[in-house]
């Protein structure tokens, strides 16, 4: 998918400890992650007992300005944000700095809690005041106003409050802390520099940037301590059957990334197998919508026996449309971001490979540039099954009301598109391509696994924010 204007990702997160040039990798952690965010970006770093901060508005790279990278330090956490939750300003750029009894703290976070509007309310009615409308904020105050005189006890007490799909960095003199949510919906990995740094990433190609390996997946409902002792590990929940988000896999994660130790690029080409045993089509050439879907689109060649060529050209200096916070910039961003080849597609069937379809705009702008640059037929397969369901747990759909599955037959949306033909990967498919069941699958209809506060669900029916 190009970023199909209805769907954005959340967050990336970074943490290290132990490193002397802690701010700088932590920067380069973020920016390793920034295809996951760019509307904010941040970094905080521990210099002694004092925290200092550089975030603002847009790339990391504008955010935060080259003179910084000197910051004195030893550990650092970094983030790059879109808002699934909270308004898109400069208040709710992370990582929040707190000073609590515990000392400072910084605390950046990917996700959305589906439970923060009522916590807010609680703490509010306590005399609580939020700086910000994020829902990053609700851990901070939490912390805030725990009785435990131990923080590491206060931190587990305020994961445990916590309901959604979550990931946390916690930045203190105590260590970095890594956080993730009872289910494994959002993703927190473990590496470990040569130098012997500890660092937590939302993806493996993070610790890849710093030099760092992969070590291991941080377990759902675990809390990690980084610390001069090591990597101390806490339970704050109990083990429950996992749910990782499939999203990461099928397009959000990095070809690069391993996620639950495997490689995203051979899982999108094992989705095109799939894909193509399931929904063959008569075509001459098979393109697929760069980036994110090329993979998918080389195991739908494979598989068919079919060429593949790029079809399709991407515009390197246009960001991922999806993550632009304003509609007309999506808009605009979908018209300048792809160009056909014509010598690939003129006076031949096309099948085009997506990784999901959501509303549907950047279909039908794709199969009306494969069309205009002579394809003869255009047969659309999307790797993944119909989005039918908006996210609560850090994906940012836009209006139930514009998923387009949701409301159209697979030849209302293949007449919509301006395609041929159109099919999706079965349910049944993606899970053999995933290897297991322990998948959310909330937005393909497959019902959502944290049970979402009263009256959530009928407000995103009408529109989602």
């Known amino acids: 998918m190009t970023g199909d204007v209805g769907l954005k990702e959340a967050c990336g997160v970074f943490g290290i400890w132990r490193d002397p040039e802690a701010f700088r990798k932590a920067y380069w952690g973020a920016f390793s992650l920034q295809h996951r965010g760019q509307e904010s970006a941040g970094v905080a770093v521990l210099d002694g007992d004092r925290i ?19 910051t004195p330090g030893n550990a650092a956490i970094s983030h790059v944000r879109y808002s699934t939750t909270g308004e898109s300003n400069a208040m709710n750029a992370q990582p929040l700095l707190m000073h609590t009894r515990f000392g400072p703290l910084a605390l950046a976070h990917n996700g959305n809690l589906v439970n923060h509007q009522s916590l807010r309310r609680e703490l509010e009615e306590e005399g609580a005041i939020f700086q910000g409308t994020s829902d990053s904020e609700v851990l901070a105050h939490l912390l805030a106003r725990s009785p435990h005189e131990d923080f590491l006890e206060a931190l587990q007490e305020a994961a445990r409050r916590l309901q959604g799909g979550f990931a946390f960095v916690v930045l203190s003199e105590r260590g970095v802390f890594g956080i993730r949510d009872p289910l494994g919906i959002r993703p927190l990995v473990l590496g470990r520099t040569a130098d012997g740094a500890w660092t937590l990433a939302s993806e493996t190609c993070a610790l890849d940037m710093v030099g760092a390996r992969w070590v291991r997946d941080i377990d759902p409902g675990e809390l990690v301590q980084l610390s001069d002792a090591g990597v101390a590990s806490e339970r704050f929940h109990e083990r429950a059957q996992e749910r990782a988000c499939a999203f990461e896999v099928i397009y959000f994660a990095r070809p690069d990334s391993l996620y639950q130790g495997q490689s995203m690029h051979m899982k999108r080409r094992l989705l095109g197998q799939k894909l193509a045993e399931e929904a063959p089509a008569e075509a ?148 053999a391509a995933l290897g297991s069941d322990r998948w959310c699958l909330a937005c393909f209809g497959r019902g959502y696994p944290v049970p979402l506060e009263e009256g959530e669900h009928e407000r995103s029916q009408k529109q989602f924010s």
């Open 52 to 70: 200092h901060v550089a975030k603002g508005m847009g790339l990391l790279q504008d955010a935060v300005k080259g003179e910084a990278l000197n």
């Open 284 to 431: 001459d050439v098979v393109v697929g919508v760069p980036d994110s879907s090329l993979p998918a689109a080389m195991g739908y060649a494979e598989a068919s026996q079919l060429p593949f060529d790029f079809g399709l050209v991407k515009n390197r200096y246009i960001a991922r449309t999806f993550i632009a916070p304003d509609a007309d910039l999506r808009s605009k961003g979908v018209q300048l971001k792809l160009s056909a080849v014509k010598e690939v597609v003129a006076g031949r069937r096309v099948a085009l490979i997506d990784d999901s379809l959501v509303r549907g705009t950047t279909s039908r702008h794709i199969v009306r540039l494969l069309r205009g640059a002579g394809a003869k037929e255009v047969h659309m397969r999307i790797a993944s099954p119909p989005y039918l369901e908006p996210c609560h747990y850090g994906i940012d759909t836009s209006r139930a009301g514009e998923l387009a599955a949701r409301h159209m037959t697979i030849a209302e949306l293949a007449s919509t598109v301006g395609a041929d033909s159109l099919a999706f990967l079965s349910p049944e498919g993606l899970m």
